[in-house]
RNA sequence: GGUUUCCUGGCCGAGCGGUUAGGCACAGCUCUGCAAAAGCUGCUACAGCGGUUCGAAUCCGCUGGAAACCUCCA
């Protein structure tokens, strides 16, 4: 097993460094990341942060651990500013029920997560469908008396927590209480609490309220942070070994999770908090409430003023792991522009890769300067991900490599410049960090066509080959322009004539 | 106002005290019927000012600029 022997390293939000990472069991991930929340369409900047963790996952499953991941659905809970449930307040725009809303907006998110090509958590619980183990989390926090109730909803008690557990309250976001009292007193409505920094965990229902739930307080609902709590311990146990997330739920979400699952069994839960950065368009975050997105669909199709072309969602994808997860990643048209480019290049390197031939010769242990070269690189490309999933440092590292495939075809290098057991392994792993790490698919190529498009090709470039032989120019160059018109681009090279999609 | 982060060449973006990151764009060359593709070479960097160090984009301080969080957001 490979993760036997690499050492991997993971920014903890918890100690502000990379930590070595040591699962609890060993050969084992339980990884936790907070879903969305359906009661819109995705937005790009939830599909950076799912395609970050996917990767982590992919990589996880490549050293071989066996991965338990877990992304929810919040389907219920959150507030809006104007007080009133967010899956209500979708349900009275649209005049559908809740749970209509709900699943409308889930299968639009996997949709988006399989064109993406994500791989699905191994669980993806429902708010709704954990109320009683919501329900159950807060008795536990009431019998040990870290919470209390008004009026019949219940609110966590954060001054008691923080007294009883220091350091503990403040971990995840980095906030010092005191700053914390201080900033919340000014906010408003709330007088059911006896501390402003204290948040509801079981909330009372209103008449308008749609989705209630009886409970041992009231007729209402769970709090906003308690669905993460009860859902991870249900599924990951008590504590697990990694929780991540967007940046922007570091607070509260997070802090009141972390104090939740404190508060509930007396001890910590995420052992490693990841947290990702924020999408941004027009150097600001990327944000559902102020309107300041670009959709999937509007980047999928070209239809938005910040682009001046379709993208195709592996483009997206790609784009999006030439950066760091932890920095923030500007969407320009010149960007994605760049990575459209630098997309293809890498999807017909590969191509190229897979069609040079490997000598049988047995391996007789030699190693040349263009071996060792290769070997290097292949070396980066695993410290690049061991080092806190550096993909940036990957695709480096696919390009250099990439420099050596172009030249062996070109006949730049001879064919035998690399031992055949170096190129074998360079096919092998090449491919294994483009497509089953960085989870890239080639929608360049022509594999998901029928027989029919390679044939009909073969056909045209087999008549253009024949103009071309009887120096007929205009007929062998309309044949390339109309092609390349429909978007098809004829390279003619050394070896012959090949040709690809233009993404 | 409080807390935190960031500021790298025309653009995107790695970098965590000593290496040419890489991509895109641009220029020249090779190849080509021409072009494209591909390869090679070149090309502009570390916001500013100080300090620590044999050595700093990288550590520290100050100044300037931007952003995030403090309220639902990935």
Redesign the pocket.
Known sequence: MLHETRKLRIYNTLTGK?DVFEPITPGYVGMYV????VYNDA????C??YVSFDVIHRYFRHLGYKVRYVRNI?DVG????DGED?MAKGSKLAQLEPMEVAQKYTLGFHDMMRILNTLPPSIEPRATGHIPEQIEMVQSILDRGLAYERNGSVYFNVPKFAGENPGVYGSV????LD??YA??RE?KNQDEKNHPADFAIWMKARPQDLMVWNSPWSVGFPG?HLECSAMSTKYLGKTFDIHG?????????HENEVAQNHGACGCSPARTWMH?????LN????????GNTISPAELFSGNSPHTTKAYSPMVVRF?ML???YR????I?D??L???E??YS?LM?TSRLLQSLPVDSKAFDGSENEHDRAVSTLMEEAYK?MD??F?T??V??AL??M??YV??I??K?LPADALSPWVLDRMKAIFNTFLFDILGLLDDTSSAGDSGVVDGLMNLVLDMRAQA?AQKD?AA??KI?DALSAIGI??????EGVTWGRSV
């Open positions: 990379k907070c879903g969305p929340t937005h790009l900047g939830n950076r942060t919040t959150h507030l809006t500013d967010r976001s980095g906030r010092i700053d914390l900033e919340t906010l906003w997330g967007g940046n922007d739920l570091k607070f509260p979400h990702t950065n924020m999408l941004l150097n600001k975050k990327m944000s559902k409430s102020d784009f030439m950066a760091h920095s923030t990643l500007d320009t010149d960007a522009l760049a990575a480019k630098g290049k017909e690049g080092d806190d550096n940036a440092v695709i480096a390009n250099e990439g420099s172009h030249k075809a070109n730049q071309r120019w062998s160059d390339r681009q004829v390279k003619d090279g050394k």
